[in-house]
């Protein structure tokens, strides 16, 4: 790991174990936490990681943001870090300057378009935007006759349905109807709406191996602290086998997730090779983020699902984000097209030369 990557993760951890705890957030009932976490990760320039010095941001590697997005998944930290910096990403692809404040991009599922219209202005409909609700401005890739673009959108102009996704943060309708944007830009030849989904999900899925890593330690705490039948609940074999089972989910995840945030970080390209570890990677966390979800709430029993207990943060939330910027069954669909269309054979030399 680079110095470089030491200090702004170091930076970000501490940040988090001071001001995101998860047993005092879930006894705050106000969300008085979330205006001095935002406050501290803005000034430590986090939420802009991902965009240059000279566009308004602190101009860190994408490897320094991966990682600090794994860290966030280990906090479950719920408030739009990812997707702000997500935001400060797409907007820098165009070269647009980034705002301070909380943002979130547009769309978040593979199935939703903006579609720019002949007069300059944004049309569409998006289901399930990560935080759009407390986001100031959008980033928005739109389509139109001339190709793709990219767009900073006052968030006041759109008009937002409030929703909730099952780790009961804001997952947002939003519709723009003819809104004119602050600043628009065409998209850099060959980055599309799948460059985007791809970018998104190898975010999740580190979001994603961070949250199980954490859900292993509180179950292996859990396990050595709970005493049934005169011994600890850690000593029978039946947990310690469900343990083991969760530590491999936690693995696999952390390993396909870093796997496919190293493909992007020296990538010049979202090419094949790019395409098949991100979606690769979405669809393994996916299906780590249901699997060991249940086995850490089967090791803490009914305890786990309170609202008192902190397991349900991580697995809840894991759980989220299984879903956004493409579920597994989504990604495994075209994955399957594209091994298909091109071949087996052809395709995944490619991720084994990396």
């Not at 879903?323 to 298909?340: I, P, T, Y």
Request: net charge negative.
């Amino acid at each position: 790991m680079a110095e470089s990557e030491n200090i702004v993760v170091e930076t970000a951890e501490k940040i988090f174990a001071d001001l995101a705890d998860a047993q005092t957030i879930n006894s705050d009932k106000t969300g008085s936490w979330k205006a001095p976490l935002w406050q501290a990760l803005s000034e430590a320039g986090l939420p802009l990681a991902w965009v240059a010095d000279d566009l308004g941001g602190s101009g860190a590697s994408l490897a320094d943001g991966f990682a600090v997005l794994n860290a966030a998944g280990r906090f479950a930290i719920a408030v739009p870090l990812a997707e702000t910096m997500l935001a400060g990403w797409l907007l820098a692809q165009a070269k647009i300057a980034s705002p301070d404040g909380e943002m979130t991009v547009i769309p978040a599922s593979p199935k939703d378009r903006i579609t720019l219209n002949a007069d300059g202005s944004l049309s569409g409909r998006a289901r399930s935007v990560p935080f759009a609700k407390a986001a100031k401005h959008f980033a928005v890739l739109a389509h139109g006759n001339s190709g793709t673009s990219i767009a900073l959108v006052d968030a006041a102009k759109g008009r937002v349905e409030s929703g909730l996704n099952v780790g009961y943060d804001n997952s947002d309708i939003v519709t723009l109807d003819n809104v004119q944007p602050v600043t628009i830009k065409p998209a850099p030849k060959g980055f599309d709406q799948t460059t985007l989904m791809l970018m998104g999900g190898v975010v999740r899925s580190l979001q994603i191996a961070g949250a199980l890593e954490s859900m292993l330690d509180i179950s292996v705490r859990y396990s050595n602290e709970r005493v049934a039948f005169e011994k600890k609940i850690s000593k029978f074999q039946a947990v310690q086998h469900n343990l083991a089972r969760l530590a491999g989910e936690s693995a696999a995840a952390l390993a396909a997730a870093t796997s496919a945030a190293d493909a992007i970080a020296n990538a010049t390209s979202f090419d094949d090779a790019v395409y098949l570890e991100a979606a690769s990677a979405k669809i393994r966390c996916a299906e780590a983020a249901e699997k060991g979800g249940a086995i850490a709430h089967q090791v803490h029993g009914a305890i786990g699902f309170t609202m008192e207990h902190i397991l349900h943060r991580y697995s809840l939330r894991a759980l989220a984000w299984r879903d956004d910027f493409g579920s597994e069954s989504h990604w495994a669909v075209e994955l399957g097209k594209r091994v298909a269309a091109r071949g087996a054979d052809e395709l995944w030399p490619l991720v084994a030369s990396r």
